[in-house]
Nanobody, 118 residues
Framework: QVQLLESGGGLVQAGGSLRLSCAAS????????MGWHRQAPGKQRELVAS???????NYADSVKARFTISRDNAKNTVTLQMNSLKPEDTAVYYC????????????WGQGTQVTVSS
């Protein structure tokens, strides 16, 4: 199993920035993807950004050019730098770890609140 510990989040005004960090521990092998999802009240959880251990990234259209995901494979950490935040970015953000080798793992963090005021 993989455990995820998130940090960051909080309250910021529109146009501001926040950084989310997530540290993974446990049975971590190669060929994995770490990422961030978010869930706003009354809405489904959605992918924000993800990054493979080889560095390939994927972003939701709504955050492209504003958010940047990065990771440190040596420390098993992933960071989401969020700039130009909008009120519609308000949600609980969840760190996610997915791996299919040598066995399937899909782990979630406990979530961290991001609130953007207008």
């Amino acid at each position: 199993q993989v455990q995820l510990l998130e940090s960051g989040g909080g309250l910021v005004q529109a146009g501001g920035s926040l950084r989310l960090s997530c540290a993974a521990s446990g049975s971590i092998h190669r060929f994995n993807t770490m990422g961030w999802h978010r869930q706003a009240p009354g809405k489904q959880r959605e992918l924000v950004a993800s990054i493979t251990d080889s560095g390939s990234t994927n972003y939701a259209d709504s955050v492209k050019a504003r958010f940047t995901i990065s990771r440190d494979n040596a420390k098993n950490t992933v960071t989401l730098q969020m700039n130009s935040l909008k009120p519609e970015d308000t949600a609980v953000y969840y760190c996610n770890f997915v791996s299919n080798w040598p066995y399937k793992i899909n782990s979630w963090g406990q979530g961290t609140q991001v609130t953007v005021s207008s």
